[in-house]
């Protein structure tokens, strides 16, 4: 008696952990859109999902190569300091420290919808 009493609450619980794991693989379609040009800039970042899996953060903004699409690396010689491409071998002369104004950019395309995946 008390298996039926206790299986209406199992069965529960199983159909919240599918409802669950469906939510979580069937991701947002902005989730592809990684990279952008920004000013004289191209640039690349992951998603990380939130511990409860509500939304997905943006994460490691990093500026690529335009040429080879390659992360670009920070260099530094005496008072001078860039990036360079450790593929091509392409130098920029200035370093890179938008991340909040890029990270805002990107939020707005997404909420929008004006990206292309």
Request: hydrophobic fraction near 40%.
């Amino acid at each position: 008696m008390a298996a039926i009493v206790i299986l209406p609450f199992i069965l529960y619980a199983v159909i919240m952990v599918v409802i669950r794991w469906i939510d979580v693989l069937r991701k947002p379609p902005y989730l592809s859109f990684t990279t952008m040009e920004y000013k004289n800039w191209k640039l690349r970042w992951d998603y990380k999902p939130t511990k409860d899996y509500e939304y997905y953060e943006i994460v490691k903004i990093r500026p690529v190569c335009h040429k080879c699409g390659c992360e670009l690396t920070k260099i530094s010689a005496g008072s001078y300091e860039g990036l360079y491409c450790p593929s091509c071998e392409d130098r920029w002369y200035e370093l890179f420290d938008k991340y909040n104004a890029v990270r805002k950019v990107i939020e707005n395309k997404i909420e929008n919808r004006i990206f292309q995946a």
